[in-house]
């Protein structure tokens, strides 16, 4: 091979090595940079993922309130097959020591430790509230919590069936496996009147 034609070999070579050493190195910190100042823009493009591949409803930032006047905020509210998930985003750039029923949790941030309020309970009341509302059964609502995927939990035995926890990766295969479910699928024009109900309480919030 002429020496030219070598040397342009081995300068595109070194160019993709060091290119892709830098992606590895340099993932990590622009993840966590991204999840930090673009919190919401990171947890939408997931969750409207999820509606995009299995034709779902989704509607962001929903407010409204109570016939008691107690304001409420949602920030992903997915209208799936045979659930309506009320989707809570929180980010959290360290660990977790926690458990569902806790009032409160420990959150640690580098070397500071303090008590948060349990954001599944929350969600929880958030969720009540919608069902109350909109007038549709609880049982149709799924309340989950989606964390990022670097924050450490401490180990978490969940035993409830419609409140969750869950890093954003998990997502996906969580709404699956609960739209797997052997239970009855929601009526299609109820759906749709669902959604239109949703968006009226939206715009009236």
Known sequence: MPYPAELTLLIVVTVIAAGFLATLFFYGPIKRWLYAH???????SKVKRIAEDHDYYLINNFK???NDDESFHI?????????????RDRYY?????????????IYYKRKNAQYIDNPMLKNVVRTERLALVSGISRNIFI????INDDCYLSPFDNQQKD?????LKTLPALIAQLESEDVPALD?????????D???LKRNG
């Open 38 to 44: 673009m919190t919401v823009r990171m947890y939408y």
């Open 64 to 66: 409204s309130r109570t």
């Open 75 to 87: 920030d992903h509210l997915l209208v799936g097959n045979k659930y309506i998930y009320c989707i």
């Open 93 to 105: 750039p360290g660990a977790l020591s926690a458990q569902p029923d806790d009032k409160s949790w």
């Open 143 to 146: 309340s989950i919590v989606v």
């Open 163 to 167: 409140s969750y926890l869950i890093s």
């Open 188 to 196: 299609e024009w109820e759906v749709e009147r669902v959604v239109a």
């Open 198 to 200: 949703f968006a009226e």
